[in-house]
T-cell receptor
């Protein structure tokens, strides 16, 4: 089935450690996005990529990094520079034109 | 600065009630407005409204877009417990690259 797969679903990390969240899609979408969701807040854009080997910062990119080496994959690294990384992270891809976003199931990161 | 505001933040109703969720926006060069339902994890797409499609309906859910007054409403009639979720509104400007989300409305339907 076509869709977006995020892994891991749950992740615990100690302060000072980097962690990478995986996002893979088989929808053949060019555009991919990473959002962060905190309780009582909407989705905030971290990074997005319109095409392979190109990506742009969103509103809250500090402390995060991404890569887009393949069309299907858009991993997000949460670095130790991110001051408050505990959150729910959603990856999405966009259908062509003025299409809607398709979301993965999310990854919940907890920093101990 | 582009902005999307949803109201109310939360809502508790009884099964069978009708609810109206609001989304107002300030976006430069509006292209489309989207509604999503988020139950536990992944938001699922409900409707997309554009200049050429300002009213959508699917079963008990319907939505309209008022481009003049810059808002949209999502109506749910005869609510069921399965409608309990967070409903998110997102607006897309003409660049088509970014989606600006509101904080969402948390709906709880009690039996």
């Amino acid at each position: 089935d076509g869709g977006i797969t995020q892994s891991p679903k749950y992740l615990f990390r100690k302060e000072g450690q980097n962690v990478t969240l995986s996002c893979e899609q088989n929808l053949n979408h060019d555009a991919m996005y990473w959002y962060r969701q905190d309780p009582g807040q909407g989705l905030r854009l971290i990074y997005y990529s319109q095409i392979v080997n190109d990506f742009q910062k969103g509103d809250i990119a500090e402390g995060y990094s991404v890569s887009r080496e393949k069309k299907e994959s858009f991993p997000l690294t949460v670095t130790s520079a991110q001051k408050n990384p505990t959150a729910f992270y959603l990856c999405a891809s966009k259908s062509p034109g003025a299409g809607e976003l398709f979301f993965g199931e999310g990854s919940r990161l907890t920093v101990l | 600065e582009d902005k999307v505001v949803q109201s109310p933040l939360s809502l508790v109703v009884h099964e069978g009630d009708t609810v109206t969720l609001n989304c107002s926006y300030e976006v430069t060069n509006f292209r489309s407005l989207l509604w999503y339902k988020q139950e536990k994890k992944a938001p699922t797409f409900l409707f997309m409204l554009t200049s050429s499609g300002i009213e959508k309906k699917s079963g008990r859910l319907s939505s309209i877009l008022d481009k003049k007054e810059l808002f949209s409403i999502l109506n749910i009639t005869a609510t069921q417990t399965g409608d309990s979720a967070v409903y998110l509104c997102a607006v897309v400007p003409n660049t088509g690259n970014q989606f600006y989300f509101g904080t969402g409305t948390s709906l709880t339907v009690i039996p």
